[in-house]
């Protein structure tokens, strides 16, 4: 009953459902309730999802999927700083508003950067950093609430003493020195 049931609200459901992430989120629950697994494989659920009809998204052109490697890889180097031997990020994505009103994401090298540039680059970074503790705590509240018999989690959001640990890492030490 509790499957048929399932089906029957995920049917109501997928008609009021007004972005992909929604109805993907719905399909993947019924994912979940089909196939009684609670750890999912996304390729799995991908291949479930098509044999049941689900649109194939517009493939990526060779363009834009050139444009991702390349901001994996400017995300991705690293350079020293020969006064501090610490390894930085040598390239920072900021934001801007083109004219038409699209929102574009813009690479600059560290050394070049102006400090507007910088600002909203570094900016950004914190800003995801704020977001992503926001979620952290909440899902530790959530979960401690559905779990009273578990020893609560309790994560400690103010990360200064961690930060400044690593700095002081025999690995940055050492990296300082040379």
């Known amino acids: 009953m ?3 049931r399932a089906r029957i609200d995920f049917q109501l459901k997928e008609f009021t459902l007004t972005t992909k992430n929604e109805r993907y989120q719905s399909l993947f629950s019924l994912y979940r309730i089909e196939t009684g697994k609670a750890a999912m494989d996304m390729h799995q659920v991908a291949e479930w999802m098509l044999k049941r ?3 194939a998204p517009t493939p990526e052109t060779a363009v834009d999927r050139l444009a991702k490697q390349l901001s994996i890889a400017a995300r991705d180097e690293h350079r020293r700083d020969p006064e ?3 390894d ?3 390239n920072h994505a900021y934001k801007v508003s083109s004219q038409d009103g699209k929102q574009l994401t813009l690479w600059v ?4 950067a102006t400090r507007p540039q910088m600002h909203m ?3 950004s970074r914190r800003d995801q950093m704020i977001g992503d503790g926001t979620q952290l705590k909440i899902d530790e509240i959530v979960w401690n609430n559905k779990n009273p018999e578990a020893d609560p ?3 400690v959001l103010d990360l200064t ?3 400044e640990e690593r700095l002081n890492s025999p690995e940055y030490v050492a990296a300082a020195a040379v």
């Open 2 to 4: 509790g499957h048929y």
């Open 53 to 55: 009809g689900v649109e």
């Open 84 to 86: 501090t031997g610490l």
């Open 88 to 90: 930085y990020r040598a």
């Open 109 to 112: 090298e560290l050394e070049t």
């Open 121 to 123: 680059s570094l900016t």
């Open 153 to 155: 989690i309790n994560m």
């Open 161 to 163: 003493d961690d930060v």
